[in-house]
């Protein structure tokens, strides 16, 4: 037999067909032809009357659908979002997923100490697990929040600690101009390109649901398209409170703020780099409770790599989600169903990818280690395996007897611990030595992880000038807030 073949590519899910894409589209046209989205900026407000945009009342704008259509076909399908160190640059829509750690969560639940509020050397820690863990590509920003700074400086904090302790990608303050400027220059002295010819950052631009840009994140939208920075627009509609209680309803809202998102930032920057993000999920009708680890959420996911691609740009949406308060089965498979949907959809920006609890309130380090090892497994399967001669084995296969084993054999001893995932948390041992052991559980074994990467990270050093430039622009701008406080 001549072979030499490879399994093809996982085709991407796409739960809506073009008659389904297109009258999301429809809705979404009405609403900001019709209705109008609000968007709470002076600046913003101009960039659409120039446009030839209607603005009434209290920032409403009420924009034609040509110009929508249009500014949305000029954003690029895809971009490279630029590391301190370029081995780690990543082609944003171009193949490669952005995965980032989870984001905002104020506490923080560890194996040791069990729930408590979050502080800026968890933040430390958090970027030291992203530079060891080779699934995790990005530092992300807001990681755990640090409750114990000053929260007017917070975010000067935490983009230089993710600066100092990794050669990742980038994501920065976008909750008003005047953080996002001052944490993008931090980003050019780090990177060594001040003027930032190249796209070094992203950051989260969240919109209001219900048909609302607020000023702060316009603001911060603001910020990125004049340095040619990454928006990452994302509605994060509630469905059945910030949004109609249905799926169809709340994806039509969402479409239509992400539009508007998208077309302010061409509006700024034509071509400029921009993600269109669907973080959407639902509330749980019985608590009144937000409920992200829901098989909505993994619906929204998918409608986030299905209209990313009908619009030709990076999608973002899904992460390794989960209501459950704890590190345990719940966590386990709620978080794995939202990651596993997203990567299976062609998501391209995934923020949450591992860490998070309860609702985006906690973020834990052993979940952190344990998603990543879910994401290892997906990896695995995207990878599929060969298909040749020496692959198919058959001369082996002849030559072993029915009743016989291939463990000795030479061929199996070559390619097996190649072909396999081999995991480096979950136990795979038999039951008398996971007794013989402690009987951990897969917390446990995540708190043995994270100790492991913490004791072998090691810090990617910026050079004596750089770190003395940071830590001038730091000093600089923190004066700067007290004196405007």
Do not use: C
């Not at 917070?154 to 600066?163: A, I, P």
């Not at 990076?314 to 459950?324: E, F, V, Y």
């Amino acid at each position: 037999m001549d072979f030499d073949l490879e399994t093809q590519d996982t085709p991407f899910i796409d739960r809506l067909d073009e008659e389904g894409k297109e009258a999301i589209h429809e809705a979404s046209m009405y609403i900001i032809e019709e209705l109008g989205i609000q968007v709470k900026h002076d600046e913003a407000i101009e960039y659409f009357e120039e446009a030839g945009a209607t603005i009434e009342d209290d920032y409403l704008v009420k924009a034609d659908r040509s110009l929508i259509e249009e500014k949305v076909e000029e954003a690029p399908e895809s971009f490279t979002l630029h590391a301190r160190n370029p081995e780690n640059n990543l082609e944003i829509g171009g193949g490669d997923t952005f995965r980032a750690p989870g984001y905002g969560a104020p506490n923080i639940r560890t194996f040791e100490d069990g729930r408590r509020s979050s502080t800026i050397e968890d933040y430390e820690m958090f970027m030291k697990l992203a530079q060891e863990e080779d699934v995790i590509n990005s530092t992300g920003y807001n990681v755990a929040e640090p409750t114990n700074v000053d929260q007017e400086v917070k975010h000067l904090e935490m983009v230089k600690r993710s600066l100092e302790y990794t050669d990742l990608p980038v994501m920065v303050s976008t909750y008003g101009q005047d953080r996002t400027d001052p944490t993008l220059e931090m980003v050019g002295i780090a990177v060594g390109d001040r003027d930032l010819s190249k796209t070094y950052a992203a950051g989260l631009v969240n919109t209001v649901p219900p048909r609302t840009l607020d000023k702060a994140m316009t603001g911060g939208l603001v910020g990125l398209a004049k340095e040619g920075q990454a928006p990452v627009v994302s509605s994060f509609i509630q469905a059945g409170a910030s949004g109609p209680g249905t799926m169809a309803g709340a994806v039509a809202l969402a479409n239509a703020e992400n539009l508007m998102g998208i077309t302010l930032t061409q509006l700024i920057n034509p071509g400029n780099p921009v993600v269109y993000g669907v973080p959407a999920s639902n509330l749980d009708m019985r608590y009144g409770s937000l409920s992200i680890g829901s098989a909505e959420s993994a619906l929204f996911a998918n409608v986030a790599g299905t209209m990313g691609r009908f619009y030709g740009v990076p999608s973002r949406g899904g992460g390794g989600l989960t209501d459950s308060k704890t590190v345990d089965y719940q966590a386990g498979f709620e978080s794995m169903l939202v990651n596993g949907v997203a990567e299976l959809s062609g998501v391209d920006f995934i923020l949450h990818s591992a860490g998070i609890i309860e609702s985006y309130s906690t973020i834990s380090p052993e979940k952190f280690v344990l998603d990543a090892e879910a994401l290892r497994f997906l990896d695995r399967f995207q990878d599929g395996y060969e298909i040749n001669e020496e692959m198919l084995a058959l001369d082996i296969v002849e030559s072993i007897d029915p009743d016989d084993h291939f463990l000795g054999e030479s061929h199996t001893l070559k390619y097996a611990g190649k072909e396999f995932l081999i995991p480096e948390v979950v136990d795979k041992r038999s039951h008398g030595d996971w007794k013989g052991d402690g009987e951990k559980s897969a917390f446990e074994m995540g708190h043995d992880r994270v100790q492991e990467l913490l004791d072998s990270y090691s810090k990617p050093e910026l050079d004596e000038e750089t770190q003395a430039e940071l830590d001038e622009l730091y000093e600089s701008a923190k004066a700067e807030v007290w004196e405007n406080a």
